[in-house]
């Protein structure tokens, strides 16, 4: 079996340094002007700077003919200078609003949160513990608070997804029947 391996290998190295060697003619061939001169794309703005004249040689050396030559410039992109990682975080951050929790449930009793599609019971003991008992509270939640109960919790939009505060909107207003409609029926306890 080894050998096979090897000899693979070795009609792979082949292949490979005829294909090198294909491209090689064919690009000499048929290959672009040899001006050497590169396309930048047009969002990057130039700038010309000129390079510096080499010093003349010193005396002991003999001279050269001089002949005269155009002035060499060089072309540096302009590169806008990269966003820093903490100002981005911070302003992603800002964007972001905790939303106002409980300290315990109203009426000691909270609402069952497993009712809302996509909260188990893990979910809603890590919701429990940032103070999210009842379903009114979720249903005030706004843009912003969201994106900060998403990011806290990891979830990568699946609240928007599974549209947990129209949910908590029609089961705190009691409509059983657009909920069912809307989202199943309800799930026994």
Known sequence: MTHYMIELALWMLVIFLIGCLLGFLLRRMFGSDSSGS???PASVEHRTVPVQ????ATQSEPAAPVMPVAPVTRVEPVVPPAANPAAVAM???GRMERPRG???PRGGKPD?????RGIGPKNQKILH??????FDQIA?????QIDWVDDHLKFNGRIGREEWVEQARL??????EEFERRFGAKRSK
């Open 38 to 40: 590169v396309q930048l």
């Open 53 to 56: 004249p080499v010093p003349p």
């Open 91 to 93: 302003q992603a951050v």
């Open 102 to 104: 409980l300290d315990a």
């Open 112 to 116: 069952d949160l497993l009712l809302i």
């Open 129 to 134: 513990t940032l103070g999210f008992f009842h």
């Open 140 to 144: 005030a939640w706004t843009a912003e």
């Open 171 to 176: 089961l705190h207003a009691g409509n059983d």
